[in-house]
């Protein structure tokens, strides 16, 4: 069981660069996340996906497009990278759906700098 | 919404001693308050929580208190560990949902040894 895997690990882009940040969940999860952390801010829900085909916005999704591919995988798209998306990125999931969705279980974190 | 405030952000204790950290939440109506623990490098992992119908749960040398009416919870790791040093994040919500969740911003503790 791998739990969450995402990449890649480390990413550098320039100013208006698109990329995509992948994840997947081998736990048989319904509701997958997608959150980034910076310096003294915690991390922040960019975007949530209850089931295959539904995406919901978190509290910051500006600049952001996600993906459920499918019930395994969820991707962050960044269409023109901004000085400001530089952060750690870490992609969760967790059992349920709706009201107690439990324990998140986190991917190991992608690094991306934006030049 | 809610606002989840952590203190302090930074804490050192000697090893053996115990550590307390604190967070305070806005909304009187969050019921699920959860600790996760980030070593360095790695991925945050939870470590215990709590649902607003106790005041107290306790997990070996980890323990969560909570203070409704105070609009307060906080951790208490006793019996300090250098495998204890680690970012600790809070958090708050008002359905129980992981996608309400709000995060403090986090207290780097360290064990000294």
């Known amino acids: 069981n791998a739990g969450v895997t995402q990449t890649p690990k480390f990413q550098v882009l320039k100013t208006g660069q698109s990329m995509t940040l992948q994840c997947a969940q081998d736990?048989?999860?319904?509701?997958m996340y997608w959150y980034r952390q910076d310096p003294g801010m915690g991390l922040r829900l960019i975007y949530y996906?209850?089931?295959?085909?539904?995406?919901d916005k978190g509290e910051v999704p500006n600049g952001y497009n996600v993906s459920r591919l499918n019930k395994r995988e969820f991707s962050l798209r960044l269409e023109s990278a901004a000085p400001s998306q530089t952060s750690v990125y870490f992609c969760?999931?967790?059992?349920?759906?709706?009201?107690?969705?439990?324990?998140?279980?986190f991917g190991e974190g992608s690094r991306l700098t934006v030049l | 919404g809610e606002n989840v405030e952590q203190h302090p952000s930074t804490l050192s204790v000697q090893e053996g001693d115990s550590a307390v950290i604190k967070c305070t939440y806005s909304?009187?109506?969050?019921?699920?308050f959860p600790w996760y623990k980030q070593e360095l490098g790695k991925r945050p992992q939870l470590i215990i929580d709590?649902?607003?119908?106790?005041g107290e749960k306790k997990d070996q040398r980890i323990a969560v208190t909570l203070n409704k009416t105070a609009k307060h919870f906080s951790l208490h790791i006793t019996e300090t560990q250098p495998e204890d040093s680690a970012v600790y994040f809070c958090?708050?919500?008002?359905?129980?949902?992981?996608?309400?969740?709000?995060f403090g911003s986090g207290t780097q503790l360290t064990v000294l040894p």
């Open positions: 969760a999931s967790s059992e349920g759906v709706g009201l107690n969705t439990g324990e998140l279980f």
């Open positions: 736990m048989n999860h319904n509701s």
């Open positions: 709590i649902r607003s119908n106790v």
């Open positions: 909304d009187s109506a969050s019921n699920y």
């Open positions: 996906s209850a089931s295959e085909g539904t995406t």
């Open positions: 958090a708050a919500s008002i359905t129980g949902s992981a996608r309400q969740l709000t």
